[in-house]
């Protein structure tokens, strides 16, 4: 199986800290991937470079590649816009603009264009269909988003991504701002989605990593420890390192 | 939390071990009574297996408890998983030790003493077996694992002399069917012990490699590098 996106020997610094070392990982498509490990062992990093957000950050250098589909997301002329929009992210926290439930969904299209032959109004309702919100906003596409409750506010973020129809999304701890009801409804649109798109996702929540992905990576001070199955690595991890983390016994 | 669960592993390790002490002290009278065509003792052994029956009970709830409360994973999740399968082991052994104890009593009172056959190289081989395969367990040891499994051929072997020593006294002494019968159902019970010995190896060798040999286990022996199982 191909890669969706690979990285070659990719190195990070932020002025003289080497955050990423030597990272080698090829992300399977349409399928989750659980990028764990403890609190700065660079796997925001890794996710950040995915869609080249890092380098808004001063000081940063990247050396290595980074492969969408075989082809270097680095080399000269990549267009940053559609590159964002191929690999779309949603975060912690959610982050919906003062804006419109509707005006939220189409702002990206603003930005990117919309789709030859699309109407707005279809978009909205799809994207809100995908992320199972459109039955609980559809008589209010007009009031504010932020009027919505954590969990709505986060699928409504996932929903504006998907409005611009990406082919990743990139999930920095979606849930750790919801409650376990709100993170379940969550996790299980995670695996709808995975069947139409390639999801990687950071979490420090060991029991939703193993719930809901696939495959599994483990970092540790900035290196890719183990990568493989997630049954494997929770099962019958290779390294002792991953197995001390993932049963709690690091540090 | 991890002081806990670490605390609550040692806990069930010493309570599973625990069984495996009762259980073995019942093969071994069940032995001695067989030996020495001893009832009372054979009593002994019946009667304490309600004891053994409590504790895997017990063991069973604790392995529940940990799994819904700690979510174990990795080696820890196979400790678990290999406790509970062991702690059923073990209970059937004491089931067979009863059995045994049972055959023993219907032997004598029935007066069939006459008719007798030398269990003593089966009943020490089937014991060893479990004995090392707890062994196994205790030092986390494939390599043991493995080595009980080979034995169980040897009992079988026996087994089948058993069988063989049986049809012949049947045929040839009809009247004495009945204490061969016993003699025969004893046997199967020291071939089951040896069997569920082996089967505690096999999960001692999941627990320390994380593979399951079940149904294979002598091809897996063929393909494994025979003494360097353990990684423990």
């Known amino acids: 199986m191909d890669a969706k996106i690979e990285t070659k020997n990719l190195n990070l610094y932020y002025g003289d800290y080497h955050s990423l070392k030597g990272v080698n990982i090829a992300i399977p498509p349409r399928s989750i991937t659980a990028i764990i490990g403890p609190s700065g062992c660079g796997k925001s990093t890794l996710l950040r470079c995915f869609n080249r957000m890092n380098e808004l950050i001063p000081g940063v250098i990247i050396e290595g590649e980074i492969l969408l589909d075989g082809e270097n997301i680095h080399q000269q002329g990549t267009d940053l816009i559609r590159l964002r929009r191929r690999v779309g992210m949603v975060f912690q926290r959610p982050n919906p603009f003062p804006l419109s439930i509707a005006d939220n969904i189409t702002y990206g299209l603003r930005v990117h264009g919309t789709p030859p032959g699309q109407k707005h109004s279809d978009i909205v309702e799809n994207s809100l269909r995908a992320t199972l919100l459109w039955e609980e906003v559809k008589d209010k596409l007009h009031s504010p988003a932020l009027a919505l409750s954590p969990e709505q506010q986060q699928r409504l973020c996932i929903s504006r991504v998907l409005a611009i129809e990406p082919e990743i999304l990139l999930m920095d701890e979606p849930c750790s701002a919801l409650d376990p009801i709100a993170t379940d409804h969550i996790e299980d649109l995670m695996r709808d989605l995975s069947e139409s798109y390639t999801i990687i996702i950071v979490t420090h929540n060991m029991q939703q990593a193993s719930r809901v992905s696939s495959w599994s990576a483990f970092m540790l001070m900035g290196e890719l420890i183990e990568f493989g199955p997630t049954v494997r690595i929770f099962n019958n991890p290779r390294d002792k390192r991953t197995e001390a983390y993932i049963s709690g016994r690091y540090g | ?232």
């Not at chain 2, 003792?41 to 700690?70: F, S, T």
């Not at chain 2, 003593?120 to 080595?147: G, I, P, R, Y």
Request: charged share 25%; proline share 1%; hydrophobic share 45%.
């Open chain 2, 1 to 232: 939390m991890t002081r806990h669960f670490q605390h609550e592993i040692e806990k069930l390790k010493v309570r599973i071990l625990a069984l495996a002490a009762l259980v073995e002290k019942s093969v071994r009278n069940a032995v001695t009574a067989l030996a020495e065509r001893d009832t009372e003792m054979a009593q002994v052994v019946i009667g304490e297996d309600r004891e053994i029956d409590l504790v895997e009970v017990d063991i069973e709830e604790e392995c529940q408890k940990i799994l819904a409360l700690h979510q174990p994973v990795a080696h820890d999740l196979r400790f678990i998983i290999a406790v509970l399968k062991i702690n059923a082991e073990l209970e059937r052994i004491g089931d067979a030790a009863v059995s045994i104890a049972e055959q023993i009593c219907y032997w004598v009172n029935e007066g069939h003493t006459d008719v007798s056959y030398d269990f003593e190289s089966m009943a020490k081989k089937a014991q060893a077996m479990l004995h090392n395969s707890l062994d196994a367990l205790v030092n986390f040891n494939a390599q043991t694992a493995f080595e009980v499994i080979a034995e169980d051929d040897k009992v079988d072997e026996i087994y089948g002399d058993v069988h063989r020593f049986v049809r012949r006294g049947v045929q040839s002494a009809p009247h004495q069917s009945g204490g061969f019968i016993h003699l025969l159902a004893i046997s199967r019970h020291i071939e089951r012990i040896a069997d569920h010995a082996s089967n505690i190896a096999e999960v001692v060798i999941y627990l320390v490699e994380g593979r399951i040999i079940r149904h294979r286990a002598k091809d897996a022996m063929k393909q494994d590098t025979f003494g360097n199982g353990s990684q423990s």
